[in-house]
């Protein structure tokens, strides 16, 4: 059965206000009716099952009969921060982690970064395409919630901001010892938010580590291969999967 997402704003009690693009979906598409089941994600983790009661040209409401979990998000809320890449690879980058679990992208401006975001128009029409992008691959991988594409930040930014997580990691073709890397992720297990760092083409600069390390942020090897950035976010995300999977 097809499930649609809503926002918190759009429920009051068991009653739910579906509006935009899926209202044509459902009408003309689905040709679903009053008295019809739908399931409506809350994008906090719950599917709602739902009866429609009022079919209109701009919205329609539904009455939520049962709830449960959508059992598909992890129990670790894993924030990427990724660096600049070039062309199209953060499309690619965005889809696979949704798929993958993650909580929030964070784009983010480092020193070797090719990609310079610095037209406010030119990052808001960047930030629109990845977020379609994001909620896409959520509603294919079946997610629980839409993970938020967040505006780009600088290097220092992001650091400040994952200090709030309470814990990071950040993967660097210098760190040694890949039985550090599983001992790190596994330790990781309990808690409740981890930031990720990812460098861009270039790798991050010795001046970006050590500014990382000193906000409690680990380095981490992922093996003795250099990986591409668009190939290095995957990876480490899918070490955390099998280690965070429920």
Known sequence: MHRFYVTPAQIAGNTIVI?????????????????DEIIICNGQGKDCYCIINKVSEGEITAEIQSETDTGTELKTRITLFQGLPKKDK????????????????????????VVKLEDKKKEEKKLERWQAIAEEAA??????????????????????????????IIPYENATGMQNTKNRLNSL?????????????????????????????????????ILRTETAGLAVLAMMVLTFEE
């Open 139 to 168: 509603k294919q991988s079946g997610r629980g919630m839409i993970p938020r594409v967040r505006p780009v930040q600088s290097f220092k930014e992001a650091v400040s901001n994952a200090k709030l997580l309470g814990h990071g």
């Open 19 to 35: 509006t935009g693009s899926d209202v044509n979906h459902i009408k003309n598409v689905l040709r679903r009716k009053t008295g």
């Open 189 to 225: 297990n309990d808690c409740e938010s981890v930031g990720v760092f990812i460098g861009p083409e270039g790798g991050f600069e010795e001046s970006e580590i050590e500014l990382a390390m000193s906000a409690g942020i680990e380095p981490i090897t992922l093996g003795r291969r």
């Open 90 to 113: 953060m499309e690619l980058i965005i889809q696979k982690a949704v798929e993958l679990g993650v909580h929030d992208i964070v784009p983010v401006m480092t020193k070797r970064a």
